[in-house]
């Protein structure tokens, strides 16, 4: 029986960048195949050329042993292969039976038949045992819940072959086992499937074979159970890595940060922090576990001053910071690595000599008479440069030339260097490679070895797990439980992330 | 010392290459005309040096082009000054006008102070009017988010006729449809009491303070924390308030700053050329040219002086091409090619094409990744 995906020397080349270089990749039927690699390897960009949405500039691909062109999706999902993306392709004030058939609707005369519509999904979501409410709206549930809509809207158009990408960004540690079980039972039932992800521990527990993507091109395809951690993340990186944070015992001072009662609304006027008390210390690193959007961005918001504070009062050595304008703030000590960096971190048609006194540009020692001096502004962003080792050709290009990796350094080296006596990470190793994540995460703990408090908001829970000394999880607004670092699991986490008491994780 | 030079010489190879491309469109957009004045069966050279002769051709006709070129060069600061902070100031038009009227006022109802302190004093009266009109659209903008563009051409408008009504009866001649003329004292120096060559001119010394202002603008922009804020906020108004930026502060005093220049504008016009304010029957233009100067001007105010250089000229050059027996219209129809030209930023599209395809090129020949 012929391989049902056959990809044979795809090349693709971006302006500067050639992301797929003489790629080959089997799928055979009924297997779970992994598509590992770093960010930017070009695992996307394959898999948006079996999906028709990026051309080839060579190669050519086979669907159950015959060739085909695909040039749009439409003639993908005519070939059976569906794709459920990264972010989430859903309407949301529709219901879950409305989303899962939008495109290929059930017409009763000229009208939507609404009622065969509902019948048709109750059916599929039976017969692939994925639990949704038909009659759901889709803003009212879960990710896990939604996620499992995006499969079935792929089930509904007749994939065979299922491309998931980056599946389990999004899901608590209970949700990716669920998710786990749900890709087995699909396969059970003669489907294949892709799996784009760069984490180790989800390859081994998910797939039967996994393929290695580094920098355009196919290092290796091994069977799952004949590998293991280590030698993928060799592979996948191109050398050896330390896959664990060194870090000496914590030497906990006075608290820093003191959040009381804090209460903030989010921009649809709801209240997404309902009153979180929490306490920094000097020397350690605190961190903040939890599923995206249980309201760890608006804390941040609210301590930084980019959002207000609806009650309590936020403390930073003893001095009360709520509701001061962000300018207030990071003259009093916060320095705060943002979620978002295009959007927030960096003015990205600003030079990075520029960007380097972003929050800072009132400083004295940049000015000359009544001017900025933009040579000392160079000399200082040309110290940042070497010391946190940003890879650019020199201080005068645009900020949006780097890649992400050099920009977050860039950020994290502006941030660091304030000297700040609280330093805020929010998602600081988003989209970086192994390379970078290592060198900010050793930035954070020579932070905290200074004896500075660091708050540290992440989605990766390896990461929580790793840096924080202490890990406070949030959930709907609240914070749950606060878990000594050495005491806590990932299923405890897990468990804690869903909404569960600390007691029940025990 | 060799490194503020070195500064200063980097600061002026930056400048250059932002205006590069709309020289080159202006170039294309010549020829362009001059194809145009061919396929009307007249010649393109006589076109043009009717165009250049008409505009540049004596002393006198210098001076009358820059007589048009000065307000230009501010209005067309005033749009890309708050361009740099993300707004588009479509309401210098209502600035300048009120800049103008206020001008006049201040020129008559102070009649009998010493010359130098009463022309100041006109000249920051006019800017500051124009300033405090267009911190009405900054301060609705910042408050209650409601968009800069409407409301600058309602507050267009409003000056317009509260401009009319002020030169219909507070200060209007009887019987005639203009406003009283300003004191001597308060009119600006004109060449043509010192200099023969220009003696038909009515080149004032606004020109230099034009140029002044550039100056200005050019260091406020690029050289100062408030520039460097206000740009930050144009670039991403995100990142400016997580640096710890007022976005909203920014707004109002760009839209100030914005206002101070075409305010001065309408007080130069008011004080150099027509010492007096018209019953207007429609706008001015100059504000809405300026608009144009702004874009030519890539929004860099060295660029904009050249650019209303270049508008300067055409209008002023028309009336002798038709002389010619070319039509004046062919004047319009180059501006606009010129327009469309740098709006569609065709120069820089296809030259970056083929920078792109060339280094495609290059790393598919290397195989090379990133």
């Keep these: 029986m012929p391989a049902v995906i056959e990809m044979k020397g795809i090349c693709k080349s971006f302006p500067g960048i050639r992301a797929n270089d003489n790629i080959n990749l089997t799928v055979e039927q009924g297997e779970i195949h992994v598509l590992l ?22 190669g050519q691909i086979f669907v ?62 039976r017969k692939y045992e994925l639990k949704v409410d038909a009659k759901a709206v889709v803003q009212d549930i879960s990710v896990g819940m ?47 499937i892709i799996l784009i992800t760069h984490k180790l521990k989800e390859v081994m527990s998910m797939s039967d074979r996994v393929t290695i993507v580094r920098r355009g091109k196919i290092i290796d395809t091994l069977n799952t159970k004949d590998t293991n951690i280590d030698e993928l993340a060799e592979k996948m990186v191109g050398r050896k890595v330390n896959l664990t944070v060194e870090k000496e015992e914590a030497k906990v001072a006075a608290p820093i940060l003191e959040i009381k009662g804090l209460k903030v609304l989010d921009s649809r006027k709801l ?75 960096l003015v ?89 994540i290592e060198f900010v995460h050793k930035k954070l703990v020579e932070l905290r070895d200074e004896g500075k408090a660091v708050l540290l908001v992440s989605l990766e829970l390896d990461e929580i797990m790793a840096l924080s000394d202490r890990i406070a999880v949030m959930y709907d607004g609240r914070i749950v439980g606060i878990l000594d670092a050495r005491d806590a699991t990932e299923k405890k986490l897990g468990i804690m992330m869903a909404g569960g008491s600390s007691q029940n994780a025990e | 010392m060799e490194s503020r030079m070195n500064e200063i010489k980097e600061d002026m190879i930056k400048t250059l290459k932002e205006i590069a491309y709309p020289l080159v469109a202006i170039l294309i957009s010549f020829i362009a005309g001059g194809i145009l004045v061919y396929s009307f069966g007249k010649d393109p050279v006589v076109a043009y040096t009717a165009l250049i002769k008409g505009s540049l051709g004596d002393w006198n006709k210098l001076g009358e082009t820059l007589v048009t070129v000065t307000p230009l060069i501010l209005t067309g600061l ?23 009227i206020a001008a006049v006022w201040a020129g008559w109802a102070f009649a009998g102070l010493p010359a130098v302190l009463h022309i100041t004093l006109t000249l920051l009266i006019g800017a500051l009017a124009g300033g405090l009109w267009a911190s009405v659209i900054g301060w609705l903008k910042a408050k209650v988010g409601s968009h800069e563009v409407i409301n600058g051409i309602m507050m267009n408008y409003i000056a317009m006729y509260l401009s009319n009504y002020i030169t219909m009866t507070l200060l209007n001649v009887p019987e005639k ?50 520039g460097y804020e206000i740009r930050a906020v144009g670039f991403n108004p995100h990142a400016a308030e997580y640096g710890g930026i007022s976005v909203k502060k920014n707004i109002v005093l760009a839209m100030v700053i914005s206002g101070l220049f075409a305010g001065f504008a309408g007080a130069i016009m008011a004080t150099g050329v027509q010492y007096r304010v018209n019953n207007l029957f429609g706008f001015t233009g ?30 002023k050059g028309g009336p002798l091409m038709q002389i010619q027996g070319i039509p004046k219209e062919v004047v319009g129809i180059i501006q606009g090619i010129i327009i469309l030209f740098v709006a569609a930023n065709f120069v820089k599209v296809i030259t970056e094409q083929i920078k792109q395809n060339k280094e495609l090129k290059r790393s598919a020949g290397k195989g090379e990744v990133e």
């Excluded at chain 1, 009132?362 to 000359?368: D, I, L, T």
Aim: glycine share 10%; proline share 4%.
């Design chain 1, 37 to 58: 690699g770093e960010n930017g390897a070009g695992k996307s960009t394959l898999m948006n050329i079996l999906y028709g949405l990026y051309q080839p500039d060579e």
């Design chain 1, 64 to 125: 159950k042993g015959k060739p085909v062109r695909i040039s749009n999706p439409n003639i993908a999902i005519s070939q059976g292969i569906g794709m459920v993306h990264q972010h989430f392709m859903l309407v949301q004030p529709f219901t879950v039976a409305e989303n899962i058939i939008l495109g290929k609707e059930p017409k009763k005369g000229t009208t939507l038949d609404i009622e065969k519509a509902i019948k048709d999904v109750e059916e599929i979501s």
């Design chain 1, 146 to 192: 939604q996620q499992r809509v995006e499969i079935l809207k792929t089930l509904y158009r007749g994939a065979e072959i299922l491309i998931l990408d980056e599946p389990t960004a999004v899901l608590t540690p209970q949700e990716i086992e669920e998710l786990g079980v749900i890709l087995k039972s699909l396969v059970s039932q003669g489907k294949s």
């Design chain 1, 271 to 345: 209240e997404a922090v309902k009153g979180v008390d929490l306490q920094v210390h000097g020397g350690e690193i605190l961190g903040i576990a939890g599923v995206d959007g249980n309201g760890q961005s608006d804390l941040v918001q609210a301590i930084t001053g980019l959002s207000k504070a609806e009650a309590g009062e936020i403390l930073l050595n003893g001095k009360e910071i709520t509701n001061l304008p962000p300018k207030d703030v990071i003259e009093s000590g916060v320095g705060h690595i943002p979620e978002d960096r295009h959007k927030r971190g």
């Design chain 1, 348 to 436: 990205l048609n600003y030079s990075l000599a520029e960007n380097s006194i972003l929050g800072s540009h009132h400083s004295k020692r940049f000015r000359q008479g009544m001017g900025l001096s933009y040579l000392k502004i160079r000399e200082y962003s040309k110290k940042l440069i070497k010391e946190y080792d940003v890879r650019t050709p020199n201080e005068k290009v645009m900020a949006k030339s780097l890649s992400g990796g050099n920009q977050q350094k860039l950020i994290v080296a502006r941030e660091i260097d304030r000297d700040p006596s609280l330093c805020i990470a929010s998602q600081p190793t988003r989209g970086l490679d192994v390379g970078a």
């Design chain 2, 78 to 100: 005033s749009i890309a000054f708050a361009f740099r902070c993300g707004l588009f100031n479509i309401g210098a038009e209502g600035q300048f006008i009120i800049g103008s």
């Design chain 2, 177 to 226: 449809a203009y406003s009283v003329e300003i004191a001597d004292t308060a009119k600006l120096w004109r060449f043509s009491q010192a200099f023969e060559q220009l003696k038909y001119s009515r080149l004032h010394i606004g020109i230099f303070f034009s140029l002044i202002v550039a100056v200005v603008a050019y260091y406020i922009l690029n050289k100062t924390v408030r």
């Design chain 2, 286 to 315: 100059y504000g809405l040219d300026g608009i144009a100067v702004a874009l030519v001007g890539n929004n860099h105010p060295i660029g904009v002086i050249l650019s209303a250089f270049l508008f300067g000229m055409l209008q």
